[in-house]
């Protein structure tokens, strides 16, 4: 009867694993699908859509841009729901150029962000958070971020900081045969605008007023805009004859 009950409670046990681990793999599944970028000056650290919900994010004894005296703990703190704090911490534990992610939780209003990737702003610098395309006037572990929305985060040397850049382009394009591609910039309280003179990756030549540039590629790239002083642009990958880039 003994051995009897001990394979029972070794099969209860197992039954119990499985429904936690097929638990946890159900609430990433259902995660709230967004698109992160991190833009450090004209360095993009990150530009790709995760899925994110409540989690954990680490907070550091050398998150100390906000002087010595605001340090964090060090402990982990949970982020509720679907957040752009959140979002980025989940990318920093796949994702090595955001690493180190250092945090704050000295304040009552909220977590702090001091640096990502070695990145840390200086003098009157911070990290700014743009949710599609609009600055935010709340922390990013306050934000909610709803399917499809698009988390910036950017290190801007002072307020208000520069226009934000977007490109629209084709998907899929034939080999050699030209194409037409879109920027617009947007300031920071999201009206948009013709990004004219800015310069797309692949192009012939840089934008015209109405923000549009002929491209001819032969094989499949990410374009990105730039212009030297806007927030660099999303990357756009683009098949060519049937392939995709890589990653």
Same mark, same amino acid.
């Given at each position: 009867?003994?051995?009897?009950? +001990?394979?029972?409670?070794?099969?209860?046990?197992? /039954?119990?694993?499985?429904?936690?681990?097929?638990?946890?793999?159900?609430?990433?599944?259902?995660?709230?699908?967004?698109?992160?970028?991190?833009?450090?000056?004209?360095?993009?650290?990150?530009?790709?859509?995760?899925?994110?919900?409540?989690?954990?994010?680490?907070?550091? =004894?050398?998150?100390?841009?906000?002087?010595?005296?605001?340090?964090?703990?060090?402990?982990?703190?949970?982020?509720?729901?679907?957040?752009?704090?959140? /979002?980025?911490?989940?990318?920093?534990?796949?994702?090595?150029?955001?690493?180190?992610?250092?945090?704050?939780?000295?304040? +009552?209003?909220?977590?702090?962000?001091?640096?990502?990737?070695?990145?840390?702003?200086?003098?009157?610098?911070?990290?700014?958070? =743009?949710?599609?395309?609009?600055?935010?006037?709340?922390?990013?572990?306050?934000?909610?971020?709803?399917?499809?929305?698009?988390?910036?985060?950017?290190?801007?040397?002072?307020?208000?900081?520069?226009?934000? /850049? +977007?490109?629209?382009?084709?998907?899929? !394009?034939?080999?050699?045969?030209?194409?037409?591609?879109?920027?617009?910039?947007?300031?920071?309280?999201?009206?948009?605008?013709?990004?004219?003179? !800015?310069?797309? +990756?692949?192009?012939?030549?840089?934008?015209?007023?109405?923000?549009?540039?002929?491209?001819?590629?032969?094989?499949?790239? =990410? /374009?990105?805009?730039?212009?030297?002083?806007?927030?660099?642009?999303? =990357? !756009?990958?683009?098949?060519?004859?049937?392939?995709?880039?890589?990653?």
């Amino acid at each position: 009867m003994p051995r009897l009950i +001990s394979f029972r409670l070794v099969a209860a046990c197992s /039954l119990a694993l499985i429904l936690m681990l097929c638990s946890a793999a159900l609430a990433v599944a259902k995660g709230t699908p967004a698109q992160l970028r991190v833009v450090a000056g004209q360095k993009v650290l990150a530009d790709q859509t995760l899925r994110t919900g409540t989690t954990s994010v680490p907070t550091s =004894r050398r998150a100390a841009c906000f002087g010595a005296e605001s340090v964090g703990s060090g402990k982990n703190v949970r982020v509720a729901g679907a957040t752009p704090l959140g /979002l980025l911490a989940q990318a920093a534990r796949r994702t090595k150029a955001l690493r180190p992610l250092l945090l704050t939780d000295a304040f +009552s209003f909220g977590l702090g962000l001091c640096a990502i990737g070695g990145y840390e702003p200086k003098g009157e610098g911070f990290w700014q958070l =743009r949710i599609n395309h609009k600055a935010s006037s709340v922390g990013g572990d306050a934000v909610k971020l709803k399917p499809r929305d698009e988390a910036l985060w950017y290190l801007t040397a002072a307020f208000p900081g520069p226009e934000e /850049l +977007s490109l629209v382009a084709p998907r899929r !394009v034939a080999a050699g045969k030209a194409f037409r591609v879109r920027v617009v910039a947007y300031s920071e309280k999201g009206k948009a605008k013709p990004a004219g003179g !800015v310069k797309v +990756s692949g192009a012939t030549g840089r934008t015209d007023a109405r923000g549009y540039a002929v491209v001819t590629l032969r094989r499949p790239v =990410r /374009l990105i805009a730039r212009d030297g002083e806007g927030i660099p642009s999303n =990357r !756009v990958a683009v098949c060519v004859g049937g392939k995709c880039p890589k990653g």
